[in-house]
């Protein structure tokens, strides 16, 4: 299998088509994950953007009146539907128009005061929005006093071979973020002035004492202020101040929580209440994702990869196709006499191709020798009864013999010969065309070779050779009565001619499963065995010297192996130098006319 042309050009198919799909796959699956990254990560980005800055509007005003504006700028930009409802769901504002459904369910929070989206962008921090200032936030002479000291400590910093930055906060209040950190700020610029509070901080960190003094408990509450942003929370057991790094873990986890309630009772008034927060779709549109310039040229390189690679595979099969094919149709077109032969060079369809065409040039050849054979064959039999009636006709006509009974009978048999010789070259060229008719009829076998044994009797009583029968009862044949006897006669003629006096010819018919067996078998010379595969060929005959007293006019042979194969049977033959020769005749089996079952008698 392996070697078939077949199995190799479904191979072939089969890799191509893997390749194909292969690259097709892992090309469509490739592109469509990374536009999915793509627009999942700009869809994920957008949220987030979304969320934080309505959070920003929500920590920097008391409700939500305005945002509207906000939400169809944001809706603009992002490409997004944006809706702002209330905890309990009536709508404060939406970039659809009215009356659009909402999504199933709300994408986010808005609570400044317990969401954090502003320390780490993208991300969605527990604890209260720094822009959450409320009571915190500086006025103008003290964010201009406190950006002054900033700017102070910052240039004292570059004196002493230090470095940072300027970062003002929501509140307003400036700082300085040293490049190496809290521990880069030089002693001679730490003055603490800096992170004194204002007056407006003073007040609001009082306000936020008082809260905690509730939660906390009773002792002073002392408090530092880091940046404008982080408040530590003291509690102080004796005259000096004791940092919560010296509190135990309870106490600690207890002024966390104390802290993170008064912050969020402080700042409640001057942020707006918590909202939902719903994202979808722009005018209920689904995304398209758009081939980038870089996944065009990767379509097409796989493309034209996988092109390149099939057409190099088919090139390399059909090259080797195409090569032994073009020697065949070259030693084709060769005229006839010129019997080329095709070198075969492969096992699959197209060496069998090759070792069938040298096959049918051979027989060629041999059919063509045949042929020549044939006609000289023809011109020598015709030519001897030909040149024997010629010449007895010219002598008779120029006086030299008298027209004698004898005479006259003998040029009758030539004329008998030569009848003979045509006719059965006529049945020859009947087979031949195609045009050669059988009329089959139900026929016994015993009663065929009993006709053939009577027809035949009086030669062999005159060549003193016994001629007897052997044949089994109820044996029929659908066959052509009167081209069977000729086939029988033809075969009983040529075992009497090659039998000599006090020998023996039989002729037997037994059944052997659906077929009926007829042989004919004599006692004579026997057939030397390069002979035998000759024996049925056209004027073959085993005397090279073609004398008629040994032999026919080599047709007989012939005419018996077309007729048994027109009544699709076979017929072989089988001999022993010395012991005689079988010719051996199977036939279909044919059915009783008055029953229609297959005598099996």
């Known amino acids: 299998m392996r070697r078939s042309l077949l199995v190799r050009l479904l191979l072939t198919s089969m890799v191509i088509t893997a390749l ?37 509007f929500a920590a920097g005003h008391a409700d939500w009146d305005g945002v509207r504006a906000t939400v169809l700028a944001l809706s603009r930009t992002t490409d997004r539907r944006i809706a702002v409802t209330t905890a309990t769901g009536r709508v404060i504002a939406d970039s659809a128009p009215a009356g659009s459904a ?21 991300a969605q921090l527990s604890g209260v929005d720094p822009r959450a200032v409320g009571p915190y936030a500086l006025d103008r002479g003290e964010a201009r006093f406190v950006r002054e000291l900033a700017e102070l400590r910052l240039s004292c910093m570059r004196r002493h ?10 509140s307003g209040r400036t700082v300085v973020t040293p490049d190496g950190g809290d521990a880069a700020v030089p002693l001679e610029c730490a003055d603490g002035k800096i992170n004194t509070p204002t007056r407006t901080e003073a007040a609001a960190l009082e306000e936020l004492g008082e809260l905690l003094r509730d939660c906390f408990g009773s002792g002073r509450i002392a408090y530092a202020l880091k940046f404008g942003v982080g408040i530590d929370v003291v509690t102080e057991s004796s005259k000096a101040p004791a940092y919560s790094g010296d509190l135990s873990a309870e106490d600690r986890q207890k002024a966390k929580d104390c802290l993170d309630s008064a912050r969020r009772t402080q700042l409640d008034p001057f942020v707006a209440p ?34 390149t690679l099939s057409l190099a595979l088919t090139a390399a099969v059909a090259i080797r196709l195409v090569r032994p094919l073009r020697a065949l149709t070259t030693a084709a077109l060769q005229p ?17 191709l090759a070792a069938a065409f040298n096959d049918l040039t051979a027989r060629r050849e041999q059919l063509e020798a045949q042929r020549r054979a044939m006609v000289s064959d023809i011109a020598h039999e015709l030519r001897t009864p030909l040149t024997n009636i010629r010449g007895w006709l010219e002598a008779t006509r120029d006086g030299l013999v008298d027209a004698e009974p004898d005479l006259i009978a003998s040029l009758h048999d030539e004329a008998l010969l030569l009848q003979h010789i045509i006719d059965d070259l006529q049945d020859l060229a009947a087979v031949d065309a195609g045009t050669f008719e059988l009329h089959r009829e139900p026929v016994r076998a015993d009663d ?21 029968s052997d044949t089994d009862p109820g044996l029929w044949l659908d066959a052509d009565p009167v ?14 001619r090659h039998t000599p006096a006090r020998g023996s010819v039989t002729l037997t018919a037994r059944p052997e499963g659906d077929e009926v067996v007829l042989t004919v078998r004599d006692t004579g010379d026997g057939i030397a065995p390069p002979d035998l595969p000759h024996v049925f060929e056209r004027f073959w005959r085993a005397e090279k010297s073609r004398s008629r007293s040994t032999g026919g006019s080599g047709l007989g042979l012939s005419i018996v192996r077309q007729f048994v194969e027109a009544h699709n049977g076979t017929v072989t033959a089988a001999s022993t130098p010395g012991a005689g020769a079988t010719f051996t005749l199977r036939l279909p089996g044919g059915q009783r006319p008055e029953t229609g079952a297959r005598s099996r008698d």
């Open 448 to 468: 065929l070779v009993a006709q053939v044994v009577v027809a035949h009797r009086g030669t062999a009583d005159a060549a003193d050779v016994d001629l007897r």
């Open 102 to 122: 909402l999504p199933d369910r709300a994408s986010a929070t808005i609570d400044p005061l317990r969401t954090d989206t502003y320390t780490e962008p993208g």
């Open 274 to 307: 918590r909202a939902l927060l719903y994202l979808g779709s722009q005018n209920q549109r689904i995304s398209v994702f758009d081939l980038s310039t870089a996944n065009k040229t990767k379509i097409v390189g796989v493309t034209a990869a996988v092109l």
């Open 161 to 170: 071979g230090s470095d940072g930055t300027l970062h003002r906060s929501p």
């Open 336 to 352: 006839p006499q010129r019997h080329t032969r095709v070198p075969v060079t492969t096992k699959d369809e197209t060496g069998i």
């Open 20 to 56: 194909s799909v292969g690259a097709t796959a892992w090309l469509a699956v490739e592109t469509t994950t990374r536009a999915v990254q793509e627009e999942r990560g700009q869809l994920l980005s957008d949220d987030t953007d979304i969320l934080r800055q309505l959070s920003g």
């Open 483 to 496: 081209r069977m006897r000729q086939v029988m006669g033809n075969l009983v003629s040529n075992a009497l």
